[in-house]
């Protein structure tokens, strides 16, 4: 059935609500308002206050207490508004949810999942626009997950709330109004299998979340002057899906990664550094990276039309392959 | 509901097995027996036991990076803590927490912390959890003066107090952040006065009193299991040892530190015992013995067990 992005991750909350009693939502204005996008709209009335909670501006406090109810036998799924906020709950992610299994050799579970908000595009400027996904795949211990599409979306996020670790899932705000075909009923996609949103034999392109849309205009265009583009989602970074991305550079022989974050240490780096390593003779040109410059993201409109990748960038990379 | 003497000499015990086992573990490591660093809660043991000998099978505790006594007060094993400390695969956590992360979920005992005031937020969350569950369980959080001044501790009383959770923060006031003493880290004389911010009870004790601690803890969990909410308790006390072992202490005199010295948990807890009949000198002393075997056996047990094999390196990682 046809959804928006939004819609999607709303049925799958609803759904996995409906399917455990152990799944429930905390976060900032979740509950009455429905979420600052609205995804969580309607679930306050349906499930009650005491499975959708409003929480103060505590992101420490949201994702703290999440762990703990976690290694207690919850399956929390947290919203942090923007994925800016991050930033004021790192360490609640990262040297507790992230490193407890391991810390206590193996005894505990957290199936944590931390759903958050990336990219440009409203306006909101250099604290409510970031890209930031490339810092939590330097985290052992969490899993990444970043959907395209409505059936991504709703696929991933059953799956991310029914994996027992903690998953970050960054959904994009330019993405919420995107329509797509969704299955109707139990969807679930695994962590860690990529998406070849369109095949080609020319040149391989990975990108992620909103970039996986320019990439597939690009090669719409590009298909026209007979350069066939395959786009290849990995939807998830951690775990990522090696084998996908090998077996299309090794048919394409050429290599673009688009992501929005910044260039310097983005998660391209890491894929063009998996080719470097595992698939350098398949390589029959450079490997080329379209991303963000490295700056913040700028607020007055052209700049940040500027910043973000653009369809026009990706076809440019991709024809100074040939 | 006051303790019986049977419960009062397990009491007793248990903040003997504390100070054995810190004591064992600052002399093997000036040795060089253990690796990493450690953290002592020698002097501070009447806090731990006072609190956890309240607590049921269904309640959590969060700790800190002085963790050692939390766990043994809730009933973890000296063998198992010990490994642990030792890097041993018999550890609690296979060598892979050491003694800044040990932890015993299966006993409720979420674990030492190597980040100040993390401790906070998890117990509000586990508390949340038995709540959510309903099942009567509470959870309590350990941590220290320097911690109070942590945005976490803030965080977490706040939405603990919003929600009601059944969550006993218990506040270790040992005058020092690591070398900066309480009147120079905050502009208050008593941790409990922040309650009043969050509109929960806040109670100060004399910490090296483990009946004023005992009995403070029972209100407070009383209050926590009958949906009431959240409260603070600070315990007044002190760390015997540095912040860690090899701290020269140069921030405090040996004067102030001869004094709480005199202030011993243990003695005034086996003092008390005496005069109030519960026990006898020979009953004590032959605790005293039993505890001392048990430590015996465990740095035996400790240094018999392997170190984890390589293999383990990225084992838990992830849940498969």
């Known amino acids: 059935m046809e959804m928006t992005y939004s819609q999607a991750i709303n049925a799958a909350l609803r759904e996995e609500m409906k399917r455990d009693d152990t799944v429930y939502i905390l976060g900032e204005d979740v509950g009455i308002f429905g979420g600052c996008f609205g995804v969580t709209a309607g679930l306050i009335q349906e499930f009650g206050p005491e499975r959708v909670l409003d929480t103060p501006i505590s ?117 919420y109004g995107v329509t797509g075909e969704v299955p109707e009923g139990e969807y679930t996609i695994p962590l860690g299998k990529a998406d070849i949103k369109r095949e080609g034999r020319d040149v391989t392109v990975v990108a992620t979340s909103l970039m996986v849309h320019r990439a597939l205009v690009a090669a719409e ?20 899906d090696k084998e996908t991305l090998l077996q299309s550079v090794e048919k394409t022989g050429r290599l673009v990664i688009v992501h929005e974050a910044v260039k310097n240490s983005g998660f391209g780096a890491e894929i063009a550094a998996i080719v470097a390593e595992e698939g350098f003779d398949f390589l029959d040109a450079p490997v080329k990276r379209v991303a963000a410059p490295f700056a913040p993201v700028p607020f007055s409109p052209p700049l940040e039309a500027a910043y973000v990748p653009s369809e026009e960038k990706i076809i440019e990379a991709i024809k100074s392959l040939f | 509901m006051a303790p019986n003497k049977e419960e009062m000499l397990d009491m007793y015990r248990k903040m003997l097995l ?142 603990a107090s919003i929600w009601k959770l059944p969550v006993i923060f218990v506040c270790e006031n040992n005058m020092y952040g690591i070398s900066m003493s309480q009147e120079r880290h905050q502009n208050i ?56 072992e090899g701290d020269a202490c140069v921030y405090r005199s040996e004067e102030e530190v001869n004094e709480w010295k005199k202030k011993c948990p243990i003695q005034r807890f086996g003092t008390s015992l005496l005069e109030m009949n519960i026990a006898s000198r020979e009953e004590l002393d032959a605790i005293s013995a039993e505890v001392k075997e048990q430590i015996k056996n465990a740095v035996e047990f400790a240094r018999k067990s392997p170190y984890p094999d390589v293999s383990e390196l990225t084992t838990d990682v992830y849940c498969d």
């Open chain 2, 189 to 244: 004389n008593d941790i409990a006065d922040r309650a009043v911010a969050y509109g929960i009870p806040g109670v100060s004790v004399d910490g090296n009193d483990v009946m004023a601690v005992y009995e403070a803890a029972a209100e407070a969990i009383k209050r926590a299991r009958a949906g009431e909410g959240p409260t603070l308790i600070e315990c007044k006390t002190y760390r015997f040892r540095g912040h860690f």
């Open chain 2, 18 to 159: 504390i100070r054995e086992f810190e004591e064992t573990v600052a002399n093997l490591f000036s040795q060089g027996q253990i690796p990493g660093f450690v953290h002592l809660y020698v002097g501070e043991e009447a806090v731990a036991v006072g609190v956890c000998s309240n607590l049921g099978d269904k309640d959590y505790i969060a700790s800190t990076h002085r963790g050692h006594g939390h766990g043994i007060a809730r009933g973890a094993s000296v063998e198992k803590m010990m490994a642990e400390i030792f890097g041993k695969i018999d550890g609690y956590c296979k060598g892979k927490g050491g003694s800044m992360h040990i932890a015993a979920v299966e006993l409720g005992f979420l674990g030492a912390n190597g980040i100040v005031g993390a401790g906070l937020p998890l117990a509000a969350g586990a508390a949340f959890a038995n709540k959510y569950l309903k099942n009567g369980g509470v959870a309590v959080c350990f941590f220290g003066d320097g911690a109070s001044n942590r945005a976490t501790f803030h965080e977490a009383l706040n939405l």
């Open chain 1, 59 to 175: 992101e420490t406090a949201i994702v703290g207490s999440a762990v703990g109810a976690a290694a207690a036998g919850l399956r929390p799924v947290a919203e942090i508004m923007f994925m800016d906020f991050m930033t004021v709950c790192m360490d609640e992610f990262f040297n507790q949810a992230a490193k407890m299994r391991y810390m206590f050799g193996g005894k505990v579970k957290v199936p944590l999942t931390l759903r958050t908000v990336c990219g440009a595009g409203l306006g909101a400027a250099a604290q409510h626009s970031q890209s930031l996904e490339a810092w939590f795949t330097h985290m052992p211990g969490v899993k990444v997950v970043m959907p395209s599409t409505p059936a991504d979306a709703k696929g991933l996020l059953v799956s991310s709330i029914r994996d027992d670790n903690p998953v970050i899932f960054i959904e994009h705000k330019m993405l």
């Open chain 1, 221 to 240: 265009t590009l298909a026209g002057e007979g350069i066939e583009v395959e786009v290849v989602d990995p939807r998830t970074l951690v775990p990522f």
